[in-house]
């Protein structure tokens, strides 16, 4: 075997590992999220009588917040049925020796517990499964308007004013990229519009939810989830964490653009090499995803087409900046602007302190709020 057959084995083994990880976390998504209940309610049994009296409604609640963990684990294991085929009908669950079938866990999740050495990981992957929820919130309900007009609404704008109705007479022939799609609304809705668009997200954790969203649901608000009863500080009353939220808003498999539409499934800078592909590149929230946001830009140059436009929304997180095993850069905007025109781009719109939330519970006493840059740039057709 040559070396680099046996790298491409190891990259395989290390694929199918980490999916059968991310199943794992969505399994094990409500008793992750009921160890902290019963840690409330353990604290609450050891204090003194007077107290657990005074508590009485509070614990009503947290039996009302079990129910409310039933429901997003009906949610959670539709998003996750099938999904060991979801990808050109390659068997994920295929284990070292070639055995076909799901992994068994050989668990009762009402009774089991982890290993405690596995705890912490598992803990950190079901808060991911936690904030999927708060994303479908955020997409595809009629909760998450607010935010979609504030984050997609100019992006949106933008590309109808760059490319108008009166003007295009075949809007299917613009072709528009969106990584980092998330779970596929925004792109949905540019080719909703008319336009070729495609998605490319990298999380395994939306890439299931979206899948299942896109492809199963087919009537408006058919499903409940409950996004906020993971929020356990800063409500004002346990109603709020117990709030409820129907999705989807409008049908997506129904009303889909077709062929017009399509979500891939990869790393960007992998995935997309061909120069001069596409006429428009929307990013929102996504840049500051790269441990060296050079390259990201670079790659959006390289593959638009002359005359190409770039539109960008967000903040500039710089999710690695902490991350020690990472090597990560971190320039601010103004640094950043003077990177985008060295390599090459027209800047034709910029502006700065625009209001933006991500995933936001709208009743939380503490609300996080982005200051986010809005930015328009061309590919010059003379390079």
């Not at 007479?169 to 792109?187: C, E, T, Y």
């Not at 428009?280 to 390259?295: L, R």
């Amino acid at each position: 075997m040559s070396s680099m057959q046996a790298a491409e084995e190891i990259d395989e083994a290390k694929e199918r590992a980490h999916f059968r990880a991310v199943v794992t976390a969505f399994k094990y998504y409500k008793l992750c999220s009921l160890d902290r209940i019963h840690k409330s309610e353990k604290i609450i049994s050891t204090l003194p009588a007077s107290h657990q009296r005074r508590l009485g409604k509070y614990k009503t609640y947290l039996t009302k917040f079990k129910k409310c963990l039933d429901v997003n684990n009906s949610i959670v294991h539709m998003i996750i049925k099938d999904v060991d085929t979801m990808f050109e009908n390659v068997d994920h669950s295929v284990d070292s020796n070639g055995a076909n079938g799901t992994e068994s866990f050989g668990c009762n999740y009402n009774n089991c517990e982890i290993a405690s050495h596995k705890q912490h990981k598992m803990q950190h992957d079901v808060e991911k499964v936690q904030s999927v929820l708060k994303n479908i919130v955020r997409d595809w309900s009629e909760l998450g308007a607010p935010e979609r007009l504030q984050c997609y609404k100019p992006i949106l704008d933008e590309i109808d004013e760059r490319y108008p109705e009166e003007e295009v007479r075949n809007r299917s022939h613009i072709k528009i990229l969106v990584p980092g799609a998330g779970l596929g609304r925004l792109a949905w809705e540019i080719a909703a519009r008319g336009f070729t668009c495609q998605g490319n997200e990298f999380s395994l954790f939306m890439l299931f939810a979206s899948n299942f969203i896109l492809n199963r649901c087919d009537e408006i608000n058919q499903y409940t989830v409950h996004p906020w009863v993971h929020q356990h500080v800063n409500n004002l009353t346990c109603c709020h964490q117990l709030l409820e939220a129907r999705f989807p808003d409008v049908t997506p498999s129904a009303e889909s653009p077709g062929r017009h539409f399509s979500m891939t499934a990869g790393d960007f800078l992998k995935v997309y090499t061909e120069p001069d592909e596409w006429h428009c590149v929307a990013t929102c929230f996504f840049i500051d995803c790269a441990p060296n946001v050079i390259e990201f830009i670079e790659r959006i140059y390289s593959i638009l087409q002359p005359g190409g436009y770039w539109i960008n929304l967000g903040p500039l997180l710089y999710h690695y900046s902490d991350t020690p095993t990472e090597n990560s850069i971190e320039p601010p905007y103004d640094i950043l602007l003077d990177i985008i025109r060295d390599i090459g781009f027209d800047i034709l719109k910029e502006k700065t302190g625009v209001k933006t939330k991500y995933a936001q519970n709208p009743n939380s006493m503490m609300q996080h709020e982005y200051d986010s840059v809005f930015f328009v740039c061309r590919k010059p057709y003379c390079v």
